[in-house]
């Protein structure tokens, strides 16, 4: 059984910065996606970042690019977003996922596990 703990979350103004962690256990981690969903007030859950276990690729959608960065650490099975320049829309809850397929997906119906989220609020 995989299990995802987010942690980092929390209150910061806009402009400021947050980094969140995601530690997976329960299987080995040489192969498939790590991603990084955000689900704001009202909204549906949506894809921010994902990256590759095996090569590192990285995606992410464009209302991030260029202000956060997504990385991982093989040997302590972990994810990161590096969040900067943070603006108030970027307030939601934040999930990571995991998917065992090699290439980059965006589509919740494409992550198997789920953490329990960490809510990332950013004051104006």
């Known amino acids: 059984q995989v299990q995802l703990v987010e942690s980092g979350g929390g209150l910061v103004q806009a402009t400021g910065s947050l980094r969140l962690s995601c530690a997976a256990s329960?299987?080995?981690?040489?192969?498939?996606?790590m991603g990084w969903f955000r689900q704001p007030p009202g909204k549906e859950r949506e894809f921010v970042a994902a990256?590759?276990?095996?090569?590192?690729?990285?995606y992410y959608t464009n209302s991030v690019k260029g202000r956060f960065t997504i990385s991982r650490d093989n040997a302590k099975n972990t994810v990161y977003l590096q969040m900067n320049s943070l603006k108030p829309e970027d307030t939601a809850v934040y999930y990571c996922?995991?998917?065992?397929?090699?290439?980059?997906?965006?589509?919740?119906?494409?992550?198997?596990?789920w953490g329990q989220g960490t809510q990332v609020t950013v004051s104006s």
């Open positions: 996922a995991a998917s065992p397929r090699i290439v980059v997906v965006t589509r919740t119906d494409e992550y198997d596990y």
């Open positions: 329960g299987r080995t981690f040489s192969s498939g996606i």
């Open positions: 990256i590759t276990w095996r090569g590192g690729s990285t």
